[in-house]
T-cell receptor, first 108, second 114 residues
Framework: DAKTTQPTSMDCAEGRAANLPCNHSTISGNEYVYWYRQIHSQGPQYIIHGLKNNETNEMASLIITEDRKSSTLILPHATLRDTAVYYCIVRLGNQFYFGTGTSLTVIP | DAMVIQNPRYQVTQFGKPVTLSCSQTLNHNVMYWYQQKSSQAPKLLFHYYDKDFNNEADTPDNFQSRRPNTSFCFLDIRSPGLGDAAMYLC?????????????FGPGTRLTVT
């Protein structure tokens, strides 16, 4: 059973913020939400993770709703190099289960 | 640089001929994972090792086996590859435990079955 659901694809204009949503309605209290991205034919790359609070790093921001049933990854100023498949993942213990992913295309 | 290394990057095997994919890490991480990723699909967790403890996913076929002889190396054995096993195989590592450590992925091995 999928632990996360994401839109299949999204477009974003270069320089604008990209907001990628994820639903994880069955998440339990101690499960973290992780985001990775995968550029074609490469291994997934870690972006950010969180539990309850919003998080920010040099790559992105993660907004988690108060009930923790959904989250949004924000790329503040999308560039062409951000074109990739973005995966929202719920970590259960030491197991990471990938969602179906969102294919983000950044348009010049 | 510390990293996760997968060899070979491309592997061709014949239908039914056993094949082994290898993964090594210089991160000294406790946990090593194997994922299968078919074209246009998300990575699917096959199994993982926490140190020497093997954890198999319930829906991983018996055709897939794994070995971890030491902390640094982990192998994926496909005993009798079928055409449906053609995929990218990704190895990943993490520190493990209850702390929120991320996974580090290797570049993957693309397996072709002829």
């Amino acid at each position: 059973d999928a632990k996360t659901t994401q839109p299949t694809s999204m477009d974003c204009a270069e320089g604008r913020a990209a907001n990628l949503p994820c639903n994880h309605s069955t998440i339990s209290g101690n499960e973290y939400v992780y985001w990775y991205r995968q550029i074609h034919s490469q291994g997934p790359q870690y972006i950010i993770h969180g539990l309850k609070n919003n998080e920010t790093n040099e790559m992105a921001s993660l907004i988690i709703t108060e009930d923790r049933k959904s989250s949004t990854l924000i790329l503040p100023h999308a560039t062409l190099r951000d074109t990739a498949v973005y995966y929202c993942i719920v970590r259960l213990g030491n197991q990471f289960y990938f969602g179906t992913g969102t294919s983000l295309t950044v348009i010049p | 640089d510390a990293m996760v290394i997968q060899n070979p990057r491309y592997q061709v095997t014949q239908f039914g001929k056993p094949v082994t994919l290898s993964c090594s890490q210089t991160l000294n991480h406790n946990v090593m994972y194997w994922y299968q990723q078919k074209s246009s699909q998300a990575p699917k967790l096959l199994f993982h090792y926490y140190d020497k403890d093997f954890n198999n996913e319930a829906d991983t076929p018996d055709n897939f086996q794994s070995r971890r002889p030491n902390t640094s190396f982990c192998f994926l054995d496909i005993r009798s590859p079928g055409l449906g096993d053609a995929a990218m195989y990704l190895c990943a590592t993490s520190l493990g435990g209850n702390s929120p450590y991320e996974q580090y992925f290797g570049p993957g091995t693309r397996l072709t079955v002829t």
